[in-house]
């Protein structure tokens, strides 16, 4: 019996077991770093989706008397500046990247605040003439000057209208005229949203159907139109149309509230001749979408482009398509939005 419990207590004192061996998995990470988002090639100056031509911006000098409506070639520019001239009617500085209308017109003389606006795109000034120092102020800003008066080529004079009111120019030969180091698209003015719905009147605006912009001898309009998802422009009580007969749009208008000074010098007429001050900053609003914004603009200087802020302080994001700049004085203009 004694031998048998001695066998019993020896097999319940058998050596400690091992500890199971726990099997770590293997992680395998990977480093690669995640790809960049693929940001869509667009226009420069509208921001439509698309690959920019090598090609220069080309703006013109376009006359906006009464004598000069119909416009030709209006409709194509990608960016429009209308800025006050002398006897309180306004002048348009057209810009065109993306589309090249085959003719334009009526062209007429440069002015000061032209350097300010054009400048910025390193690329061609087109106009019909304009007094020596202001021409100067062109090449000073990095321009190529195309002037009628210096016996470019691509301007002529036509037949059915009066002088000075009669000057137009074939984008084509402007183009052939560019300097060798002038193939490549302009830098963005403005900043774009990527979609419509996300630009900043749009997500952060209010309702607006019409904006009058009163100039000492001009009142032009834009109305909303939700059909067209445009705002369309009007001269007086009358819809501005061009030479081909279509009503003038914009997908997005800016207003920019100026200063007005004058520069010391007449025009043949002997009218003063004014500059609007394009440095600096002021008040203004942005209108897309059906809807308006308030904005402060600032432009550093001659070179710099113009920038568009928030209340916040954030950069204003335009619907893609071609703008439409009013440049209002504060002195002698107004603004009217309903």
Sequence with gaps: ????ALALAACSQQAPQDPPTTIEPTVVTDKTAPPAPEI???????????EPEAR???????????????????EGADVVWEELVEGGITRFNAVYHSTIPDTVGPIRSVRPMDAGIAGPLHG?????GGQPQFVQQMRDAGLQVISHDEGAAGMYRTGDRVAPHNVYGTMGDFLAQADAERTSPPPAQFTFALRPELA??????????????????????????????????????????????????AANVVVLRVQVQDTGTLDPGGNPVPE????????GLVAAGGQT??????????ASPLRLTD?????VQLVPGNTWVELVPVSGGSVEVS
């Design 1 to 4: 019996m004694l031998a048998g």
């Design 40 to 50: 869509p090639a667009t226009w420069p100056l509208t921001g439509v989706a698309g």
């Design 56 to 74: 220069p911006a080309v703006a013109v000098k376009i006359e906006n008397s009464p004598q000069a409506r119909p416009q030709t070639g209006l």
């Design 124 to 128: 061609l000034i087109v106009f019909s």
């Design 200 to 249: 900043t009147a749009v997500r952060s605006g209010s309702p607006a159907s019409t904006i009058v912009t009163a100039f000492p001898s001009s009142r032009p309009s834009w109305a909303w139109s939700a059909d067209a998802g445009r705002w369309l422009r009007s001269e007086g009580d009358s819809a501005a149309v061009s030479a081909a007969g279509e009503q003038l749009s």
């Design 276 to 283: 609007t001050v394009m440095t600096g900053q002021g008040e």
């Design 293 to 302: 914004v308030a904005v402060t603009w600032s432009k550093e200087d001659t």
């Design 311 to 315: 209340a916040d302080g954030n950069d």
